[in-house]
């Protein structure tokens, strides 16, 4: 692995924090997942002016340092952090079944980075010289390729604004239906956006909430797409454009990644323990917050004129226990847990019922439609509940299109959040 250097950002980029790591541990702790032995070559290793010379340079340099009993090598650039480790196995897999060949791992046929080379052309890597690099190398070793659909083959950070979406991470808390339109409205403005939920989420409105790819490995929401994540495949996942979303029980994605801004959007009615230390901006959604003594804004969650405000000094109305009115219903459109246990559905959410219907059981409790209207929400069967929790919603405006498309509840509140990211982001980047 060459590290290389490049001060085209201002200083040397490897340098960079990048997710609590920099750009080269970052980069270092992928490989070091899937392969068994990593080099990791800097200009201190083989002298600044190699380094300086080029890419050339660069690599003849570090072709001296590969110990002696490597049959072959994975090239990989220091400043491209966002590989995918299935990427990666399936480099491996392909350099078990002929390590004979040179192979390439490509974005939808445009070759990218690592390259493996077989032992045999080692002697080709040490008669390079100033910026002759693997580009102008490898047409005459005729390279198999290894399609992917991963787009950090490709990507690296080579200026600014390669780094500064990711310098400016969020991370969720809560990927709900109302932290989901958070989401989403940040993804939509450019945000690098990560979500936290619980293994196993209570999300009602299940269709429009990334907690739904805890269950189900992935989840689309209007064209954006959340997968369940660990920690290191947070950073592939964000340059290919999805949210991941991290069961997170023990609070430690935080702590981890050390984002530029959180927003608590777990809707608990209280604060869970998050605090103004925990990133440049933090932000509590609904009751249970004071800005700026917990976290510097909270936004107001009561439907009404003042949903979706900034409040920077303050805390959001309290909690009044009735659910908003839609569609002239309050608390009979909410479906509440008639007993103890795990559910059993009769519909599937967007499905019509009568007023009086059963639509599910739990235990010997039929569970019952107060209203007539459209299915919008209904908790995931494998979730233990209690007498009284929230189970299920149903819309009495019965269009069936709401069930699959995000509240304008969300909407509103998801603006107030992305206010307060551009009006303290300017400072906090500073």
Same mark, same amino acid.
């Given at each position: 692995?060459?590290?290389?250097?490049?001060?085209?950002?201002?200083?040397?980029?490897?340098?960079?924090?990048?997710?609590?790591?920099?750009?080269?541990?970052?980069?270092?702790? &992928?490989?070091?997942?899937?392969?068994?032995?990593?080099?990791?070559?800097?200009?201190?290793?083989?002298?600044?002016?190699?380094?300086?010379?080029?890419?050339?340079?660069?690599?003849?340099?570090?072709?001296?340092?590969?110990?002696? *009993?490597?049959?072959?090598?994975?090239?990989?650039?220091?400043?491209?952090?966002?590989?995918? &480790?299935?990427?990666?196995?399936?480099?491996?897999?392909?350099?078990?079944?002929?390590?004979?060949?040179?192979?390439?791992?490509?974005?939808?046929?445009?070759?990218?980075?690592?390259?493996?080379?077989?032992? !045999?052309?080692? /002697?080709?890597?040490?008669?390079?010289?100033?910026?002759?690099?693997?580009?102008?190398?490898?047409?005459?070793?005729?390279?198999?390729?290894?399609?992917?659909?991963?787009?950090?083959?490709?990507?690296?950070?080579?200026?600014?604004?390669?780094?500064?979406?990711?310098?400016?991470?969020?991370?969720?808390?809560?990927?709900?239906?109302?932290?989901?339109?958070?989401?989403?409205?940040?993804?939509? +403005?450019?945000?690098?956006?990560?979500?936290?939920?619980?293994?196993?989420?209570?999300?009602?409105?299940?269709?429009?909430?990334?907690?739904?790819?805890?269950?189900?490995?992935? *989840?689309?929401?209007?064209?954006?797409?959340?997968?369940?994540?660990?920690?290191?495949?947070?950073?592939?996942?964000?340059?290919?454009?999805?949210?991941?979303? &991290?069961?997170?029980?023990?609070?430690?994605?935080?702590?981890?990644?050390?984002?530029?801004?959180?927003?608590?959007?777990?809707?608990?009615? !209280?604060?869970?323990?998050?605090? !103004?230390?925990?990133?440049? &901006?933090?932000? %509590?959604?609904?009751?249970?917050?004071?800005?700026?003594?917990?976290? *510097?804004?909270?936004?107001?969650?009561?439907?009404?004129?003042?949903?979706?405000?900034?409040?920077?000094?303050?805390?959001?109305?309290?909690?009044?226990?009735?659910?908003?009115?839609?569609?002239?219903?309050?608390?009979?459109?909410?479906?509440? /847990?008639? %007993?103890?246990?795990?559910?059993?559905?009769?519909?599937?959410?967007?499905?019509?019922?009568?007023?009086?219907?059963?639509?599910?059981?739990?235990?010997?409790?039929?569970?019952?439609?107060?209203?007539?209207?459209?299915?919008?929400?209904?908790?995931?069967?494998?979730?233990?509940?209690?007498?009284?929790?929230?189970? %299920?919603?149903?819309?009495?405006?019965?269009?069936?299109?709401? +069930?699959?498309?995000?509240?304008? !509840?969300?909407?509103?509140?998801? %603006?107030?959040?992305?206010?307060?990211?551009?009006?303290?982001?300017?400072?906090?980047?500073?």
């Amino acid at each position: 692995m060459a590290g290389g250097s490049s001060r085209r950002m201002g200083k040397d980029k490897l340098s960079l924090p990048l997710f609590s790591k920099t750009i080269l541990e970052q980069t270092v702790a &992928i490989y070091r997942r899937v392969f068994a032995e990593v080099e990791v070559i800097t200009k201190d290793r083989i002298g600044e002016s190699f380094a300086l010379e080029g890419m050339g340079g660069t690599l003849r340099e570090a072709a001296r340092l590969l110990p002696d *009993h490597w049959q072959g090598v994975v090239i990989a650039l220091g400043d491209m952090p966002f590989v995918g &480790i299935s990427s990666l196995q399936a480099l491996l897999r392909a350099i078990a079944s002929n390590p004979e060949e040179v192979w390439c791992l490509s974005y939808r046929g445009q070759r990218g980075h690592p390259v493996y080379l077989p032992g !045999k052309y080692f /002697s080709c890597l040490k008669r390079l010289t100033g910026d002759t690099g693997l580009r102008d190398l490898l047409p005459e070793l005729s390279p198999k390729y290894i399609d992917t659909e991963d787009y950090g083959v490709l990507f690296d950070i080579d200026k600014s604004d390669d780094y500064l979406p990711f310098q400016r991470l969020v991370v969720v808390k809560g990927a709900g239906d109302i932290a989901t339109g958070i989401i989403w409205r940040l993804h939509q +403005a450019g945000f690098k956006v990560v979500a936290t939920e619980l293994s196993k989420p209570t999300a009602i409105r299940r269709m429009v909430a990334f907690a739904q790819a805890i269950y189900t490995g992935e *989840h689309t929401v209007e064209g954006i797409t959340a997968r369940r994540s660990n920690l290191f495949e947070v950073p592939n996942l964000l340059v290919n454009d999805f949210i991941p979303v &991290i069961p997170d029980e023990e609070g430690i994605v935080v702590k981890e990644l050390k984002p530029w801004a959180v927003v608590d959007a777990r809707l608990a009615k !209280k604060n869970l323990g998050t605090k !103004k230390e925990e990133a440049k &901006i933090v932000i %509590g959604v609904g009751p249970g917050f004071t800005a700026p003594e917990e976290v *510097h804004a909270v936004i107001e969650t009561k439907r009404g004129h003042y949903l979706g405000r900034a409040i920077y000094q303050g805390s959001a109305l309290p909690n009044t226990g009735i659910p908003g009115e839609i569609g002239g219903h309050t608390s009979k459109r909410v479906i509440y /847990s008639p %007993g103890r246990g795990r559910v059993y559905w009769y519909y599937d959410i967007g499905q019509m019922v009568e007023a009086g219907e059963e639509i599910g059981i739990i235990g010997e409790h039929k569970i019952v439609a107060e209203i007539s209207g459209v299915i919008r929400g209904l908790i995931h069967p494998e979730v233990w509940v209690e007498e009284g929790m929230k189970i %299920g919603d149903i819309d009495p405006r019965g269009i069936k299109e709401y +069930a699959f498309t995000i509240s304008e !509840k969300a909407l509103a509140i998801a %603006g107030g959040v992305l206010e307060v990211l551009l009006k303290l982001g300017n400072t906090s980047l500073k």
